[in-house]
């Protein structure tokens, strides 16, 4: 472990994928799979709960740069409707897993920075 853990930006741990206490350990396993913990300051990530929240986020996001890109080819370009299967078929699934994995990350770090967690009606 780190003998002194600097504060990290969320925005930054979501960005590079990293640990939302030391920025510096791998957060996912796979493509959207979490680790235990962080291997390089030990963090669990047992509170991480983001729920649908990314999904919510890409869903919206990913809607609109879709939709807008087949608008665009289809009447500025005129493409024929195989090159919009073959685009967007292969397209969309990728940007959907990075913006998920940026997504979550980011929801992480921000759970983490502000100890949100679910709420309680009297302390332990
Ligand atoms: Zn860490």
């Not at 990290?8 to 996912?28: D, E, T």
């Not at 940007?95 to 502000?114: D, G, P, Y």
Request: aromatic share 12%.
């Amino acid at each position: 472990m780190p003998s002194a853990i600097l504060p990290v930006s969320p925005l930054v741990a979501g960005l590079k994928c990293r640990c939302p206490r030391c920025g510096q350990g791998r957060l996912f396993s796979g493509p959207l799979n979490l680790r235990e913990r962080c291997d390089q300051c030990g963090l669990g990530y047992a509170f991480v709960d983001t729920g649908d929240g990314p999904a919510v986020f890409a869903i919206f996001i990913l809607g609109f740069l879709c939709l807008g890109g087949a608008l665009i080819a289809e009447f500025k370009f005129g493409v024929p409707w195989w090159v919009h299967v073959l685009l967007w078929g292969v397209l969309t699934p990728i940007f959907a897993v990075f913006l998920l994995r940026f997504l979550k990350a980011t929801l992480i770090a921000l759970q983490f920075k502000n100890k949100a967690e679910e709420g309680r009606l009297a302390k332990e």
